[in-house]
């Protein structure tokens, strides 16, 4: 007996060629129809649930639970009210459909209806402003969408009559970014809608859970660090100055101006306080960050504390301080150069308050004041002090309310809106740490080098370091591999080289609630059992020292998310302008085509704009 075609029937090649037509033609207005999902039958046709052109588009049945409503299985996009805003819309949920391995034939249907009803809401919004484009968003019009969300009041179930959930705002926003995220480099594509903020941070989700120290953020922490580099590097200069001044006891401010003048500073007493200031806040800043130190820990800091060791051709840096954390006593902190430096600089800087602190000392001395002669003891060759101006200039170490106040002075002066303070300098340094030992640091690069050992082998070198640091680098290293191992089991982040189909079939066999209790349990549990390291242009789990490198790609241990993308779309644009240089050979002309050949795999799975890279490429010839 003959099988009967059912309606509506298609063969591989068409699913596939619609696929690959619509693929290229999403960055366009042009050519958008064809089959959008579709289901396999046994005998290997396929049956066509939707096409792209339609305005509902049903999913497969199996993407979804056994009891799921068949009215849940359907986008609507007759619900946009906007045809502009509707084509943009399809575009983005094509994405995120076509998002996973197209072999694997399972993506979460939820999630994507989900996504589909967040955006919605986002589209229909936009026309109140006057916006009918998504290339005229802009992140003020973003923002006023945030005020609206937060605005708006529940009308059914549980919350009915109260604020929607945060759960509820959070997605509103992520959707706005899962907008801005898959309509780049196409015609719809707009503005970030919240650069300095995320959609977790604006809707206030986690604020509920207990509160993490934030990472100072890069945008910040290059100016600052940049501004403290140059102001040790005047410091030769401010030295000498404030030597000289130590011998000249002028009698007014313009004496004082004149004095420095003919030594070479023509801007005045005033600005030669500040820039002895800064460099002070400079120093303070170099060390909190270069260390991981406490700041009562800073506070310690003596005069000649550190020392050097030389291994294997290396030199290692140790600076020492007492912790009263745990009562640890005396530790030492691995650093570089950098770091001793400062500490130098501070020394010479405390000169002058060493030397009203000796006569201080003198003073309570000749008095019998055995209280004050034991405090100023104890403070003698400290490199951290100041006057304390409410109790007659004594000389004491500042306080860590002063130094925050310093360290935000700094900020403020050079206009970073950021709360600074000096808690926040220890999970930094962890965070910088860790990229740094998984290859992916890009600044301080250099001053974090001497963490590229190993863990064991560095606390081996001085057991008295302060080993709960080393367990915040630990935990640290945990929660960056766990959100770049959970941002892989994604169902819509790209992958690409040899480790990305197993990681694919992760995303199907791993189901959180029948093996773990939760999905972060289970990327918990996966991130435990992978190493990993970037190599720059991939990820690498190979643990046991065998990379070849350079063919990360190909390699089974490698795997190529879309963070990676800007390097090959870098790699790729640099090879087509060599391809174009005369004189190549065609030795060179094959090396260069079998790299344009290896770009082109890499950023087609990431689903890059490869007419885009070239034309941007063959613009700047």
């Keep these: 007996m003959s099988i009967q ?43 066509v649930l939707s096409r792209y052109e339609q305005d509902k588009w049903t999913l497969p049945g199996h993407w979804f ?35 996973d391995d197209a072999k694997s034939g399972k993506r979460r249907g939820s999630t994507l209806k989900d996504k589909f009803n967040s955006i919605t809401p986002w589209l229909n919004f936009l026309p109140s402003l006057g916006v009918t484009e998504l290339s005229a968003v802009t992140p003020l019009v973003a ?16 919350r009915k009559g109260k604020p929607l959930a945060l759960t509820t705002i959070c997605s509103r926003f992520l959707a706005v970014e899962a907008c801005y995220q898959q309509l780049r480099e196409t015609q719809y594509g707009f503005a970030h809608p ?32 940049q501004y ?12 000498r100055l404030q030597g000289l001044l130590s011998d000249f006891v002028p009698t007014n401010t313009l004496q004082r101006t004149q004095y420095l003048k003919q030594h070479g500073w023509a801007s005045g007493a005033k600005a030669f306080n500040q820039n002895i200031t800064a460099l002070r806040d400079s120093c303070l800043f170099i060390i909190l960050m270069t260390t991981g130190i406490r700041v009562h820990e800073l506070c310690n800091l003596m005069r000649g504390n550190w020392y050097s060791e030389v291994r294997d051709g290396e030199r290692f840096y140790f600076l020492g301080s007492r912790s009263e954390k745990t009562d640890a006593g005396n530790t030492h902190w691995l650093c570089p150069e950098i770091t001793i430096e400062a500490l130098r600089v501070l020394s010479d800087l405390m000169l002058p308050m060493q030397q009203l602190l000796e006569q201080q000392l003198d003073a309570a001395q000749q008095v019998g004041d055995a209280q004050e002669v034991a405090r100023l003891t104890r403070r003698s060759n400290s490199v951290v002090l100041g ?37 926040r300098f220890r999970r930094t340094f962890a965070s910088y740490v860790v990229h740094h030992k998984l290859g992916d640091l890009r600044y301080l690069r250099d001053h974090f080098k001497h963490w590229s050992l190993e863990m064991t082998v560095l606390y081996a070198m001085n057991e008295q370091q302060d080993l709960e640091l080393y367990d915040e680098i630990y935990a640290a290293f945990d929660d960056e591999r766990q959100g770049i191992i959970g941002h892989w089991l994604e169902p819509d982040t790209p992958l690409s080289g040899g480790l990305a189909n197993q990681i694919r079939n992760l995303r199907d066999k791993a189901t959180p609630t029948r093996t773990y209790q939760s999905r972060a349990n289970m990327i918990r549990h996966i991130s435990e059992q992978i190493y990993l390291r970037s190599t720059g242009l991939a990820w690498c789990t190979n643990d046991d020292g065998s990379c070849a490198g350079g063919r990360c790609e190909e390699c089974e241990h490698g795997v ?16 087509i302008e060599l391809k174009q240089i005369e004189g190549l050979g065609e030795s060179g002309q094959r090396t260069v085509d079998k790299a344009i050949m290896r770009c082109e795999k890499v950023l087609m799975d990431l689903g890059a704009d490869i007419d885009a890279i070239k034309k941007r490429a063959n613009a700047n010839d």
Aim: charged letters at 25%; aromatic letters at 8%; a positive charge.
């Design 560 to 575: 190529i998310d879309d963070k990676k993308q800007a390097f090959w779309e870098g790699v790729y644009a640099q090879q």
């Design 143 to 158: 923002m006023q969408y945030v005020t609206h969300v937060k605005s708006l009041i529940s009308n059914h179930g549980r």
């Design 194 to 225: 919240w650069p300095e903020s995320s959609a977790v941070a604006l809707s206030g989700y986690k604020s509920h859970d207990k509160a993490k120290t934030e990472i100072i953020p890069d945008e910040v922490l290059a100016p600052l660090f």
């Design 65 to 99: 639970p056994s009891a799921e409503r068949e009215g849940q299985k359907t986008l609507n996009f007759g619900r946009i009210n906007i045809p502009a805003l509707r084509d943009a819309a399809k575009v983005v949920m094509a994405r995120l459909l076509w998002g």
């Design 228 to 239: 403290g580099e140059s102001k040790l590097n005047r410091a030769p200069e401010l030295l």
């Design 5 to 47: 075609p059912y309606p509506n029937q298609v063969s591989q090649e068409v699913i596939f060629a619609d696929k690959q037509r619509l693929r290229d033609d999403l960055r366009t207005r042009h050519g958008l129809h064809g089959v959008i999902t579709y289901l396999k039958l046994d005998y290997g046709q396929y049956h």
């Design 387 to 423: 006057k304390a101006p409410r109790q007659n200039n004594k000389i004491d170490v500042l306080s860590s309310t002063s130094i925050n106040d310093r360290l935000q002075k700094l900020a403020d002066s050079l206009g970073l809106d950021i709360k600074l303070a000096s808690h």
